[in-house]
Structures are given as C-alpha cells and as structure tokens.
C-alpha cells in the first residue's frame, strides 16, 4: 500500500501557541509519497493553524517539518513553496486583477531566470522561457479545466473556475505535495463529487501527493487513504477511513458527547 | 482558439501601446522640428507665444518628469509601495552630475572625454553619457541600501520612513559644505556650472535647447520603453503578484524582499538618472530644489495619471510638469492682466494639486488613463463579485500573524 511508502512530508511534535491560546498541541503526522491524505477537525481545531506551520508562514513553538528529507522548519515561505510543497488557500486568494494566465505564471517565478535586461531587451532565452511558460501555464488551465480563461481577470471567473484556477497556479509550482484547504467550500454535491475525481486525477496525471483540509465528510472518505483527526489542537485519531467513522473519540468530537452515545444507541 | 490563447498578452494592449508610442513620437519630433526650423524664422510674435507657452526649458523638464514619474510608478504602480521620498534619488543622481560634471573638485584636474568650459580644466569633468549610466548606478546602489532595511515594513511605515529618508538625503545636501573639512556639496550655493553636454564632437549647451530637449525625450522614450518590457515579464508578474496579495505571491515561490528591491532600484536608478539630465537642463544642482514637495508633484503624476499604466503615468506628469513650470505662471498673468489685479499664481500650485488630487480620489480614483485592471478594482460594485463569498474565519489568525 502506498502508506508505506517513505513519507514526502514529516511534521513532528509540533506545537503552536499564540499567547496563551495552544492552536496546535504536540501533532505528528506525515505524507506517504504518492498518497491523498486528509486532515479533518471541528471549527477550531486548527487545521488551517498546522497547514501554515507546513508552509511556513508560521514557526511552530517546537517541533520540526521535514520535506523531502529537509528539515524546513522556519524557512522562508517562498523557498518552501518554490521547493515544492505548495498550497491553495481557503479564502481564495487569487491575484485578481491579473489574467489567468499571468496567475498560474507567477507561480513558476522560482523556476525562470529572466533579469531586467533579458526582460528588458528581450533575448532569445528569456523568449523561450517565456513562451515555455505560457505553453505550460495553458496546459495547466486545460488539466483544470478551464483552458479558455486565459486572459481573464481571476477576479472575473467564477467562484468554481477561481477554485480551478487555484489549483493550477499551485501546480505550475511543480510541486511533490499539494495541500488544499478547504477546496469544496461552496460547492454543490455535483461539484463536489467530480472534485473526488479530479483530486484522483492530481496524483495520478500530476505526480503529486495531496494533503485535504476538508469539512465534506462524503468527499473525505471517498478519497482519502489515510485521516488524521485534529480536535482542539491535538490528535485525537489517525487510520482509514473505515477506522475514522466508528471511531468514537471522533463522533464525541463532531456531535458531542451524548451525540456519540445517540449514534451508538442508532448502532 | 488554440493560436489566440497563446499569444503573449491579450492583442489590444498591443495594439494601444504601438498608437501610444508612436503618438508620443510624434509630439516629440514635431516639438523638435517646430523649434529647430520653424521657430528661428517665424514672426515675434509666433516666437513669444512659443517661448511663454511652450518654451523649450518646459519641454525638456516635462520629458525629465515623465522619466521620473515612470521611475516611480515602478514602485509605487506596479509593486505597490507607497515611496514619499522620491526626490533622495533625483537629489543623489544630480548630485553626481555636480560632481563629476564640473569644477566642483578644483583639487583634481580629471577630464574624460568631459567638456570642461573653456580656461578652467580643473575638477572632473566625464562625458554625458558616463555620468548617465554612474548616476544611474549611484542611486541603484543608494536605493538597495535605503530599500534593504526599510521594505521589511508594511505600507504605513514604509512610507514614513522614504518620508525620512526625501528629507534627510537632501539636508545632508545642503550640510555638505563642510565634512571634515572636505567641501563636498558646496552647501547651499549649490554646484554650478555643470559642463555642457557633449556628444560626438557637438557640443549642447544653453542655445542648443532643441537638441537637448531631444536627448531628454530619448531618455524618456527608453524609460518607456523598460517599463513596458519589464511588465510583461517574469519581475513585472512578481510585481503585481505582490501588489495584489503580498502573502499569497510569496506562497507561490515569489521572494518578496529580493523582488521589491528590484522594484526599487529600477525606480531609483530612473531617478538618479532624471537627476543627471535635470542638472545639464538647468546646468546646475542647487540643494533647496530637492524638497519634499517634489516627492509629492512626482507622486501626484503617477496617481493623476493612473497607477501602473505607463501611458497614464505619461500623460499625468505631462499635464503636471506643465501646469507647474508654465500654465500656472501664463494663465496668472492673463488674468491678472483682465482684472488689474496682481495675484501670485504659481505660489498656489500645491492648493491646485492638493485640490485637484482631493476631487480626483472623490470622483476618478483610478487615474485619468488608468491600467485596465486598476478600472477594474476601482469600480468593483458595478461587477458581480464572486470573490466576496468566501469563508473569512480562519484568515484572521493569518493576519494576526503578518503584524507579528
């Protein structure tokens, strides 16, 4: 099984406190390469807190993240990204008033070389670059599936062509892992259904590994390998999702105590 | 379909900036002809009306101010840095022209390919075209090591302290007459004369105005140039990116320090440069004009104008430049001449701009000739907005931790 394989990336023990506020107590956790994963929680548990421990927008109190062998605990935000652990955000957090085209090109910043004077005089390298960019950009909006968006404004598509949008900007990253927070959030079932498919397509055609946030219990156990379960900043469960729905520390967790006794009694 | 998506940026941008740069071709060159062929054998009167209306001096200071506000519409337009001390670069590039242009340095007698005035070859004295590219470089410099500590700040206090640092470039300016005994700036009195320009073998000099307006207007015209190269590249996307979503461009690989320096040496080295040229325009460099006030004409220009959009930027330090050098001084005297009256007109240019700037971010917020995305944002009721139905509760921790 692909849980097996080396893990891709490695959290240990991390912690966060803001003030007095612990937001992450002690979590360990990893991604196996070439697997979907989810991270699942009440409101509050601190999902989004870890996600950006994982990206480095915030230092964990202790602990340490190691990605692709490398401790990157405290690195800046932009060599994590470009080193290949990229994200989208939950809140989209598009470059609106930027084409499509230009979105998803930003992305590959880390991996272009031109300087004021190839931009500036246009040599034929900084050419080839750019027009490799542009051919990679578009192959990117088609594996989205939203090819014809080019040179719209982001702030002009959709809410589902900006979540699309999203995620070929991350991957125009070429990153091993994509963490998606919240991905689903104002989707329909329909939607939400063809996104189990296309997180499936993320890792077969795309190479990569997937971490979810996601609050969509149906998109979560369809695809996910393994679940991680955080509740007020600590893990509480870990397994398949078959573990994950019996389990009854996580029902207490969602429904509350008596809740959980309720769903036993259903049982 | 497939060949039109891959064009390099939707055509009609293309298409304005080609009638835009030939347009701005025109003007220059007509302004050119009518000064060199015309004007010399025109009637008085034509000729009066020329030189109060028009005079070559405002023209080469408009092509002067538009590089200069094309500097700072770099930063301020496409990176979004708000920059309050623009003049410290336009002080620092004519300071260099002051230095290396002159007699200031009486100790030393340098002169390559230089045009010392006739009997006083003392001091340095290098050709136009080398204190160009040194006084570009000098303020490049200048503008890493003013950007490097201060562009860690979020807006707010970037501002402030390119506020400090317009005012504090230009005092050490006026000080500099006397460090360690060493005379460096000449204090107030200002350096002066700068050498003429002198470009293979012909010399320009203060009745080769036509000329010089020309060398001012190819200087502009480069600027333009950079500035609608560099947005369609690799920094210019960087550039925006940051403008847009600072967080969310450094979550995609895009390092934000090193990228905003560059915004800002490119900006500053348009400054050093526009320094250089304003000293051979007025052939001297004199501390009191390097004010604060200039920081805010040149930063008007570019907000005026249109933010990002170069040729909105162009056409806001042209109406400005010339506002203030002439219309304000020509259109005082006609009416103080139709009321009998003897108003000073130009000492109310910053009641004009500060109201002019008042009304247009009550009414026209995004410039005369705005960047089509800025229209975009500036109008964003008029346009169904998606992005708002967005789940807003967990971005406050993020927020909270930017500030930290």
């Known amino acids: ?267 | 379909m497939a060949e039109t998506t891959k064009a390099a940026a939707p055509a009609h941008t293309e298409n304005s900036n080609k009638k835009w740069a030939i347009g701005f071709l025109t003007v220059v060159l007509a302004i050119y002809a009518i000064n060199k062929f015309y004007i010399p054998t025109a009637p008085a009167q034509v000729k009066t009306f020329f030189n109060a209306w028009f005079s070559l001096t405002s023209m080469g200071e408009i092509m002067i101010y538009i590089l200069m506000a094309l500097g700072l519409n770099i930063v301020v337009g496409y990176a979004g840095l708000l920059d309050l001390g623009y003049v410290a670069f336009w002080a620092l590039g004519g300071y260099v022209a002051g230095w290396l242009m002159s007699g200031q340095f009486d100790q030393w007698q340098i002169n390559f390919f230089g045009n010392p005035p006739a009997g006083l070859p003392n001091g340095i004295h290098l050709n136009f075209l080398l204190v160009l590219v040194l006084g570009g470089v000098f303020t490049a410099i200048w503008g890493v090591i003013i950007g490097a500590p201060t562009l860690r700040l979020k807006s707010d206090y970037l501002a402030l302290v390119t506020l400090g640092f317009g005012e504090i470039i230009p005092q050490i300016m006026v000080n500099g007459e006397d460090i360690g005994g060493f005379n460096l700036t000449n204090g107030t009195k200002g350096i002066n004369p700068v050498d003429n320009i002198k470009l293979f073998g012909h010399e320009f000099g203060p009745f080769q105005l036509a000329d010089k307006f020309l060398i001012y207007a190819s200087l502009a015209g480069l600027m333009i140039f950079f500035s609608l190269r560099l947005r369609d590249g690799r920094l210019g996307r960087a550039w925006l990116a940051i403008r847009e979503d600072e967080l969310a461009a450094s979550m995609m690989g895009v390092p934000l320090m090193r990228t905003k320096l560059a915004s800002y040496a490119v900006g500053a080295t348009a400054g050093g440069v526009g320094g250089v040229a304003f000293a051979t325009l007025i052939g001297g460099v004199y501390a009191e004009r390097f004010n604060f006030q200039v920081s805010i004409i040149i930063l008007s220009m570019v907000v005026l104008g249109g933010m990002g959009n170069v040729w909105g930027v162009l056409v806001g330090a042209t109406l400005l430049a010339w506002v203030n050098n002439t219309g304000l001084v020509q259109f005082g005297n006609i009416i103080n001449s139709a009321t009998g009256k003897n108003i000073d007109f130009p000492s109310f240019n910053f009641l004009i701009f500060g109201v002019l700037l008042i009304l247009m971010m009550l009414y026209r917020r995004e410039g005369f000739l705005p960047e089509a995305r800025v229209r975009l944002i500036m109008h964003e009721e008029e346009f169904s907005d998606v992005a708002v139905v967005t789940d807003d509760i967990e971005v406050e921790g993020v927020h909270h931790h930017e500030h930290n």
């Open chain 1, 1 to 267: 099984m692909s849980t097996t394989n080396n893990p891709v990336l490695d959290a240990q023990n991390i912690s966060v406190v803001f003030g007095g506020l612990v937001a992450v107590n002690d979590v360990s956790f990893t991604i196996p390469e070439g697997s979907i994963v989810s991270l699942i929680g009440p409101n509050g548990a601190g999902k989004t807190t870890f996600f950006n421990v994982l990206t480095g927008l915030y230092q964990p109190t202790s602990g340490d993240v190691f990605f692709d062998g490398d401790n990157i605990t405290g690195r800046a935000p932009h060599k994590i990204s470009s080193g290949g652990l990229a994200r989208t955000f939950q809140n989209i957090r598009l470059f609106g008033m930027m084409t499509a085209q230009e979105n998803v090109m930003v992305a590959m910043h880390s991996k272009m070389k031109a300087g004021v004077w190839a931009t500036t005089f246009r040599t034929k390298k900084q050419k080839r670059e750019e027009a490799e960019a542009r051919e990679f950009a578009q192959e990117l909006l088609d594996f989205v599936g939203i090819g014809k968006t080019t040179h719209e404004y982001a702030r002009n598509l959709s809410y589902g062509d900006q979540r699309r949008l999203e995620v070929a900007r991350a991957l125009a990253l070429r990153p091993k892992v994509v963490l998606l927070d919240e991905p689903t959030a104002g989707m329909n079932p329909n939607e939400s259904a063809a996104f189990v498919e296309f997180v499936r397509r993320l890792r077969t055609e795309r190479g990569v590994s997937v971490l979810l946030i996601e609050h969509d219990m149906s998109v979560v156990m369809q695809v996910s390998e393994r679940i991680t379960v955080l509740d007020q900043g600590q893990k509480i469960a870990e397994g398949s999702p078959s573990e994950i729905k019996n389990n009854p520390r996580v029902i207490e967790a969602y429904l509350g105590k008596s809740g959980s006794e309720a769903s036993q009694n259903v049982n």
